[in-house]
């Protein structure tokens, strides 16, 4: 177990039981104020813990690591220093936060500079990222999809059973949980015996997924091992791979999604390192037929996050539409990133990687509202007394996660996103 891990550690700083940031959590993410510039943080409870004046107060002096890392608009250049520096460093938050350390409570001064209630600060994006590849690795997902667009006998296509299938996505639309997202425009084709028409997409839907992030960067013609993964991911994030449903079925034939995907997706603003994501390990699925050797692997590979979508009207009270876990992953992480490397592809530090939709076995537990409301045909029931087959202009889909053993709550926080119309 990780020290910083230890379930029995407690903070001076007030932390609610619902909390998703104990002192055991530490994740990784950049802040600003109307007096401060960019920076990497920390959060614990509420707090927003400012790194850059924390190493500036001298509070990492007595570790080697390159304190400039923390004044900068993205946590790129701190990942890239290795997973033995990052946990030096949230070993030594972890120390500094306990509630019977003395080191820093109590000294007022340095606290004023070092110390934010969330409220009054602005998260941003925490990664800079170079390349997105989005996977389709929930068998369950995959196979509701291909049942309500293909064959249900033949759900599945011939190579989803052999490799994690996934496309190049696009990283410039990539936005911070909180951001506004206007309804795309774009070709589609309501009626199949009429020309297609262009307008704004009418069947907006979110997909719940999740993003691991690289911290080490590989060269060209190496290849990343599923023993080797973990070595490579820094850690996780929620997120929402909007989707434009009706623009996706017109352009998607013959090279994948395009238009319907790159207009947005939303991130939660704090990486969860898989270091504090070690006591939620659970396995992974019995693959039948059997992989090639390189997507083989061993030990506990999935994670047991429990994973929650609400969709909240501009005017009146949420709902929640989904309740599914990450540990629903046919493919883990570990083989999505041996098989990205197979062919000698590099990645870089901030690349990211997303799950693809994590839907579970029963309805309640499906991540898209295309699998939820069955393709519009079984609409959701909202407090207000409306209906949602997709997502209308004005809703706001939350997304939450977390996992807990042992009285410990890890969790990545919310990833927000409200819909505006089509400009």
């Given at each position: 177990m990780f020290k910083a891990n230890n379930p029995a550690l407690s903070s001076w700083i007030a932390v609610s039981s619902d909390s998703d940031f104990p002192i055991q959590n530490i994740p990784f993410g950049v802040f600003k104020t109307a007096e401060k510039s960019p920076r990497v943080a920390t959060i614990i409870g509420d707090t927003i813990i400012d790194l850059a004046e924390l190493a500036k107060a001298g509070y990492f002096s007595d570790l080697e690591v390159d304190t400039a890392v923390f004044n900068q608009s993205s946590i790129n250049d701190f990942m890239a220093l290795g997973k033995k520096a990052a946990r030096a460093v949230r070993d030594r938050i972890s120390d500094l936060f306990e509630k019977n350390n003395t080191e820093l409570a109590g000294k007022t001064q340095v606290l004023a500079n070092v110390l934010h209630n969330k409220k009054e600060v602005e998260l941003l994006l925490p990664v800079q990222v170079g390349d997105y590849t989005d996977f389709y690795s929930s068998r369950e997902h995959a196979t509701n999809v291909g049942t309500m667009f293909r064959d249900p006998d033949n759900a599945l296509?011939?190579?989803?059973?052999?490799?994690?299938?996934?496309?190049?996505?696009?990283?410039?639309?990539?936005?911070?949980?909180?951001?506004?997202?206007?309804?795309?425009?774009?070709?589609?084709?309501?009626?199949?015996?009429?020309?297609?028409?262009?307008?704004?997409?009418?069947?907006?839907?979110?997909?719940?997924?999740?993003?691991?992030?690289?911290?080490?960067?590989?060269?060209?013609?190496?290849?990343?091992?599923?023993?080797?993964?973990?070595?490579?991911?820094?850690?996780?994030?929620?997120?929402?791979?909007?989707?434009?449903?009706?623009?996706?079925?017109?352009?998607?034939?013959?090279?994948?999604?395009?238009?319907?995907?790159?207009?947005?997706?939303?991130?939660?603003?704090?990486?969860?390192?898989?270091?504090?994501?070690?006591?939620?390990?659970?396995?992974?699925?019995?693959?039948?037929?059997?992989?090639?050797?390189?997507?083989?692997?061993?030990?506990?590979?999935?994670?047991?996050?429990?994973?929650?979508?609400?969709?909240?009207p501009e005017a009146g009270e949420a709902k929640v539409v989904c309740n599914s876990n990450f540990k629903h992953l046919y493919w883990t992480m570990t083989q999505q990133l041996a098989h990205h490397t197979i062919n000698g592809c590099n990645v870089k530090v901030g690349d990211m990687c997303a799950s693809g939709t994590i839907s579970g076995p029963t309805p309640d537990s499906y991540g898209s509202m295309l699998e939820i409301s069955w393709r519009g045909t079984k609409p959701v029931d909202m407090p207000d007394g409306t209906q949602r087959r997709f997502i209308n202009d004005g809703d706001t889909v939350v997304m939450k996660g977390f996992g807990e053993v042992n009285g410990v709550r890890i969790g990545f926080g919310e990833c927000t996103g409200k819909v505006l119309p089509a400009l």
């Open positions: 296509l011939p190579n989803w059973l052999h490799l994690p299938v996934g496309y190049h996505g696009r990283a410039s639309s990539i936005v911070v949980s909180g951001t506004e997202i206007h309804r795309p425009k774009g070709q589609q084709r309501p009626d199949d015996s009429l020309p297609p028409v262009c307008g704004p997409c009418r069947l907006l839907d979110f997909e719940l997924e999740m993003a691991f992030i690289i911290g080490q960067p590989t060269k060209m013609g190496q290849s990343i091992s599923t023993a080797e993964a973990d070595d490579y991911i820094f850690g996780l994030a929620l997120f929402n791979d909007w989707s434009a449903r009706d623009i996706q079925k017109w352009e998607y034939i013959p090279l994948g999604p395009f238009l319907a995907k790159s207009f947005a997706s939303t991130l939660s603003p704090w990486i969860v390192t898989l270091d504090a994501l070690e006591p939620f390990r659970t396995k992974g699925y019995e693959q039948d037929p059997e992989v090639l050797p390189y997507l083989q692997y061993e030990g506990q590979k999935n994670y047991d996050i429990k994973l929650e979508v609400a969709i909240q």
